[in-house]
């Protein structure tokens, strides 16, 4: 349940970030929203693995 609460900050965390981006055109809120979300991916790919694993035991 860990990993879920990691997703759960990172996508609050980057709330701000996207409004930055998408309401102020700030150009750097989106390379930081991209860097967010290959995290997010990353993290997510590890879950992924993670619950094949389990069900396969």
Do not use: C, H, P, W
């Amino acid at each position: 349940m860990n990993r879920f609460e990691e997703l759960k900050a990172l996508i609050l965390s980057l709330e701000e970030e996207f409004y930055k981006f998408y309401d102020k055109g700030n150009k750097t809120a989106g390379t930081r929203v991209r860097k967010g979300m290959q995290e997010l991916k990353k993290i997510a790919q590890e879950v992924r693995t993670n619950v094949l694993e389990f069900k396969q035991t």
